[in-house]
């Protein structure tokens, strides 16, 4: 049974840090890329960071470049996303996701296989 469960969400202030964990089970997580998407409220579903396996590719979005940085440990089966100087709009529920083949697109929701149920990120004074 696939598992997958996102913790570290929470309020923080603007310019502050917040480091969301992934731990994942039931399937061979050696061989599948491992994202994080976002969603806000009234928006779109969004891939905010991936890592490939084995960590041979890292992608981020443009909006988060610079200020979030996405790892993992294979030995653990867990992913993280480091997220730093956060703003306003990243203000999302966040969710944490698991593919067997990107393909072209790391981006593409479409292309994953297993979701997380997502954690609530807040930033705000």
């Known amino acids: 049974q696939v598992q997958i469960v996102e913790s570290g969400g929470g309020l923080v202030q603007p310019g502050g840090s917040l480091r969301l964990s992934c731990k994942t089970s039931?399937?061979?997580?050696?061989?599948?890329?491992i994202g994080w998407f976002r969603q806000a409220p009234g928006k779109e579903r969004e891939g905010v960071s991936c890592a490939s396996s084995s960590e041979l590719s890292k992608y981020y979005a443009d909006a988060v470049k610079g200020r979030f940085t996405i790892s993992r440990d294979d030995d653990e089966s867990m992913v993280y996303l480091q997220m730093n100087n956060l703003k306003t709009e990243d203000t999302a529920v966040y969710y944490c996701?698991?593919?067997?083949?990107?393909?072209?697109?790391?981006?593409?929701?479409?292309?994953?296989?297993?979701w997380g149920h997502g954690i609530q990120v807040t930033v705000s004074s």
């Open positions: 996701t698991a593919s067997w083949d990107l393909g072209s697109a790391w981006n593409n929701a479409a292309r994953y296989n297993y």
């Open positions: 039931g399937f061979p997580f050696d061989d599948y890329a």
